[in-house]
């Protein structure tokens, strides 16, 4: 009963995407020289690597369910673009967040001036507590959106049964909040999990010395300063490992929630009383502050160059928004391609479901170095700067919009199948008036993901970069190491304003398409 | 359309014309050909007398080169530093670049054949005068900084400076590095990266002191007009450092990369070294620097490593670094 | 004549076997305990449940290979009968192309189809903003529009009250009588099966019996017939 041409694209999508990660993994490790070993710290590494990973994405969850409570049964002037804006850390450039949040939690910075006006001695941010801060800064945001998709997921008409049963609060959340939360968090948490996991410069940099080292660092080091392939080559497959090990653990334990199809009735979520509207107050508020003041900061830092930033910033910008809207169709088509074969088979989706989250355990570091191995026969990697930016971003942004795409698909299969399947609606048809509009909201959120993500990329393009190819990211990096902090500052915002912009056009796109 | 037909004509002439001319490819740091970078210069230089068309690939050098093998693109490869200069010379890509080095002006003896230093500086560590009022006389004195001063430093495993700087304690300590560095540690405030990073902590007023180079006050000085930002010089030396430029050895273009080396050399291009790099040119007599750099206080004393006393040490001095800024 | 041949459908602990035929236009409903397997029944012959052994035939044709949208079959199920971000209009299109690249004949054709159900004026609103009755409405102008000669419903209307729901199955009887379709209704309700059907198929213990008269069947129940209405 598969759903003849869309199954055929979407294993051809998967067969691709396994591609590009395997084979240049594969380049790699044919031209490693010697014969690979760990090295002292290693272990060190491994460790805090895992350790820093599952409590920034414990706490990143744990605090992402009041916050979307709270926002999904509060309505208040402001709300959407409350909700826009919050999103904006992940999709922060590291290196930005990094400075953002330093001039909010930093030894100088917002917080601890505020603690010295009351008489109270600074705190340092620098330290395990300062990689937890900064990851759960960077990434309570999609944490929240995915919980509250979770709630705006439940059809309205499961609340009225709910509120015409009688149901205590305690009860609604038993019945309908915890089966919701079951299916949505442990995928939140392998996300955040795997971003963590694969986090560096945010890591060292707050964690305030080598203790700090994650597996990423030890990659980058063995790349781009050691050159020993052999070793980058055994650093990503433990990570890999790592990764698969948690994918792994979380397939088992992802349920779906199956509450069947609503008449996309808008939520009737209440809460009456005192007590849940402070703590909803305090949830919503805490979290803007938390996440909007480093933006502010940026905003500040950054204005003042803004206005004059030189020519080739915005030709740059240019060159980034290019890619990133490249990355964006690309990433968007295979994602759906993937997530609706997923949902839909029932031979195969275990393997391809794992190739679709299968670049997130990747290095993008080694990546890049494969495709450099794998494209440098044939052609001047420098001509190709651009292509393989896209295909980096591409396998980078995937398993975030799939992950984001398959629960849904999945619904959307539960409720909708046997009716399309009974009216003969399929292959392009049912992906233009049934697939995409009933997916609309987050195949906007997941190509905004993906535009701002490919916006902020920089990891890969170091060895492929000529000057006609310098991206956003890229300038922003050189103008700091010539001395240029204030036109960094400027481009930098530059940088934020584009990734939110371009993230917040497809998002309203896809909200504004669902309700249509 | 019809000037979209005069465009492919013009085009096509353009083409035809760059067949004929020798084209001369320079592998340079990601730095270089930004409008903030020596780049454009140096092309404009050298392509006004050279008949050829000097194209810079920039990006990664050593790993570029590593993973090119016999089939790099390039010609001559500029902004190699002295502390990766042992592997690139293993990895043998590299002849003798011919020329007369009496004209170098730096401060250590260079005998090498194959690579020609064009610019070089010292790490040091820079404070900011109207934070740091009393800063540190002595790389010693380092190790016991008044409670609260906070230095930020680079990762030596990530960035060639903060490779120097170990290098640098390991020169002056020898097989007391590592206790120099868990009497610093509780005053690095954090470890970057790289250099960028950093600079930009320091520059915010985040920490007290960061480890830079002997010639970065010469950027706010003159860029800036601010004197406030100066180089700690300590009496126990200052770690060289040095940015070179080679010829590969299976170039096809051999006479146009001799020409861009000889005039690497010369003072035309030497000029163009200080603004441009921030760093000091390396065959300029000290009286020929631009207005305002011989003012720069710079320190007595240089070390230097050789390539194979930098690459015997690199390991341990890391792993010490390592080891004790982990505790 | 719509046949059942030596057919089991088998899941898990799930027999049921079916060997029986009904004539085209019959109307033939379909009661039995709960989880006895009506609407699995009514899913083979949909074609979302591919029976382990034996033929589901129409007019003597193995319906087997053919995909759920190629069948000679309409199937109303308990609910999500209509897509709710498409207008009444478009649901309704969806049953004439389901491409819907409709002519200008075939819209005009929708139309006519809403007025017939009473649903006039309404093509432009979307599912959300009807009533229980109205989208059962709509559902069965589709079916009117598809014309296929097999009708299969899995009880579309049980949400309903009684006054609508005798309604809607006086609408489906007039709907039978236009497109002469054969109709197969599972029901709870025998009073539905009396009013509706002059056929009944009891579902039970494995067996799916073959259709004998309502009134037969009720005057004198078999016993699992009697227990099941107690």
């Known amino acids: 009963m598969a759903r003849g041409p869309v199954a055929v694209i979407g294993t051809g999508a998967a067969v691709c995407v396994a591609a590009l990660v395997l084979l240049p993994l594969g380049a790699v490790l044919m031209r490693a020289s010697t014969w690979p070993a760990f090295a002292p710290g290693d272990g060190q590494a491994v460790w805090f690597t895992l350790w820093q990973a599952l409590v920034s994405a414990v706490v990143s969850c744990v605090l992402a369910v009041p916050v979307a409570r709270a926002l999904a049964r509060r309505r208040f002037v402001g709300r959407e673009v409350l909700i826009t804006l919050m999103g904006a850390p992940f999709l922060l450039p590291t290196i930005v967040a990094v400075m953002g949040l330093i001039a909010v939690f930093g030894r100088s910075g917002l917080a601890n001036q505020a603690l010295a006006a009351v008489g109270v001695p600074p705190l340092s941010v620098y330290g395990a507590q300062g990689v937890i801060l900064a990851h759960v800064f960077l990434n309570l945001p999609l944490a929240v959106r995915m919980v509250l998709q979770g709630w705006q997921a439940i059809p309205a008409e499961r609340f009225r049964l709910a509120e015409s049963l009688g149901f205590a609060p305690a009860q609604v959340t038993r019945h309908l909040e915890v089966p919701m939360l079951r299916a949505i968090l442990p995928g939140a948490f392998a996300v955040i999990f795997v971003i963590c996991l694969t986090s560096f410069a945010v890591a060292l940099t707050l964690g305030g010395g080598p203790k700090a080292t994650t597996v990423e660092l030890a990659i980058y080091q063995a790349v781009r300063f050691d050159f020993d392939l052999g070793r980058a080559a055994l650093l990503a497959g433990l990570q890999f490992a790592l990764c698969a090990l948690v994918a792994v653990l979380v397939w088992h334990v992802v349920t779906q929630a199956g509450f069947g199809a609503g008449l996309d009735r808008a939520p009737v979520l209440r809460a009456q009383g005192v007590g849940p509207l402070l703590a909803d107050g305090l949830a919503i508020g805490g979290t803007a502050v938390f996440l909007l003041l480093p933006l502010g900061t940026i905003a500040v830092r950054g204005l003042p160059g803004l206005l004059e930033l030189p020519d080739a910033v915005w030709a740059a910008a240019g060159r980034s928004v290019t890619v990133a809207l490249a990355s964006t169709g690309v990433t968007v088509a295979t994602a759906l391609a993937l997530a609706l074969r997923v949902s839909d088979a029932r031979w195969g989706a275990g393997v391809i479901d794992a190739v679709a989250l299968l670049p997130l355990a990747t290095s993008g570091l080694v990546l890049g170095t494969g495709l450099f191995l794998l494209v440098q026969p044939w052609a001047a990697p420098s001509s190709l700067a651009l292509p393989v930016t896209v295909a980096v971003n591409v396998a980078m942004s995937l398993p975030f919009v799939y992950r984001l795409l398959l629960p849904e698909a999945r619904v959307l299969r539960a409720d909708y199948g046997r009716l399309s399947e009974s009216l003969g609606l399929q292959g392009i048809s049912w992906l233009r008036l049934v697939a995409v509009p009933r997916l609309a909201r987050p195949l906007g959120f997941g190509a905004g993901l993906a535009a701002a993500l490919s916006m902020g990329d920089l990891g890969v393009i170091a060895l492929f970069a000529s000057d006609q190819t310098a991206t956003l990211p890229l300038v922003v990096q050189r103008l700091m190491g010539a001395y240029r902090m204030d036109t960094a500052a400027g481009a930098a915002l530059l940088l934020v304003v584009i990734s939110f912009g371009l993230f917040w056009a497809f998002d309203w796109w896809g909200r504004r398409y669902a309700t249509v | ?327 | 004549m719509l046949q059942f041949d030596d057919v089991l459908l088998a899941q898990d602990d799930f027999r049921l076997t079916v060997d029986w035929s009904v004539g085209a236009g019959a109307r033939v409903a379909v009661i039995g305990p709960s989880g006895a397997g009506k609407s699995t029944l009514l899913s083979a012959v949909a074609g979302f449940f591919a029976p382990r052994r034996g033929r589901v035939l129409w007019q003597g044709a193995d319906l087997g290979p053919l995909n759920p949208g190629a069948r000679p079959v309409t199937i109303l199920f308990q609910d999500q009968n209509l897509f709710p971000h498409l207008t009444l209009a478009l649901n309704l299109g969806l049953g004439l192309r389901p491409d819907l690249r409709l002519s200008a004949a075939q819209k005009a054709q929708v139309d006519t189809v809403l007025d017939r159900v009473g649903l006039a004026g309404m093509g432009a609103r979307k599912p959300p903003q009807l009533s229980g009755g109205q989208i059962g409405r709509a559902s069965l102008a589709r079916a009117l529009l598809r014309a296929r000669p097999v009708l299969l419903l899995d009880e579309p209307f049980a949400a309903l009250g009684p006054a609508l729901k005798a309604e809607m199955l006086t609408l489906v009887g007039e709907i039978a009588d236009e497109t002469g379709a054969l109709v197969m209704m599972v029901t709870h309700d025998p009073a539905d099966a009396r009013a509706f059907a002059a056929l009944t198929v009891l579902v039970a213990e494995g067996v799916a019996h073959a259709p004998v008269e309502t009134a037969v069947l009720f005057a004198d129940p078999p016993p699992a017939l009697r227990a099941y209405l107690g």
């Not at chain 2, 004929?20 to 454009?40: C, Q, R």
Request: glycine share 6%.
């Open chain 2, 1 to 327: 359309m019809k000037t979209s037909i005069l465009a492919t004509g013009l085009s096509c002439i353009a083409l035809a014309a760059s067949a004929e001319t020798p084209v001369l490819t320079v592998y340079a740091g990601d730095y270089f050909t930004s409008e903030w970078g020596p780049g454009p210069a140096i092309e404009a230089g050298f392509e006004a007398f050279c008949a050829c068309d000097l194209q810079f690939s920039t990006g990664d050098l050593l790993p570029r080169l590593m993973l090119e093998g016999q089939r790099t693109q390039a010609d001559v490869v500029i902004g190699l530093t002295t502390d990766v200069l042992a592997r690139a010379r293993e990895a043998g890509f590299f002849g003798p670049h011919g020329q007369d080095l009496a004209a170098l002006t730096l401060p250590v003896a260079w005998p090498d054949d194959t690579f020609l230093p064009f610019n070089w500086g010292h790490t040091a560590f820079i404070y900011d005068t109207t934070r740091l009022t009393s800063p540190p006389a002595t790389l010693a004195a380092m190790r016991d900084l008044p409670d609260g001063v906070t230095v930020v430093i680079q990762d030596p495993r990530t960035s060639i400076s903060g490779l120097a700087l170990v290098l640098w304690v390991k020169s002056v300590y020898g097989d007391q590095a590592g206790a120099f560095w868990s009497d610093l540690a509780p005053h690095i405030l954090t470890v970057t990266k790289d250099w960028s990073e950093s600079y930009g902590l320091f520059t915010s007023g985040e920490a007290d002191m960061v480890l830079s180079y002997t010639t970065s006050p010469a950027y706010h000085i003159m860029a800036e007009n601010d004197l406030s930002k100066q180089a700690a010089l300590f009496p126990e030396g200052h770690y060289f450092m040095a940015e070179t430029v080679g010829k590969i050895a299976g170039t096809d273009q051999p006479e146009l990369a001799d020409k861009f080396l000889a005039w690497v050399l010369t003072s035309e291009f030497q000029k163009t070294v200080p603004a441009a790099n921030w760093s000091l040119p390396a065959a300029l007599p000290q009286a020929d620097w631009p207005e305002g750099w011989s003012d720069l206080p710079l320190p007595e004393k240089v070390l230097f490593l050789t390539e194979d006393a930098a690459e015997a040490l690199r390991v341990e001095a890391v792993e010490e670094w390592r080891a004790a800024l982990s505790q």
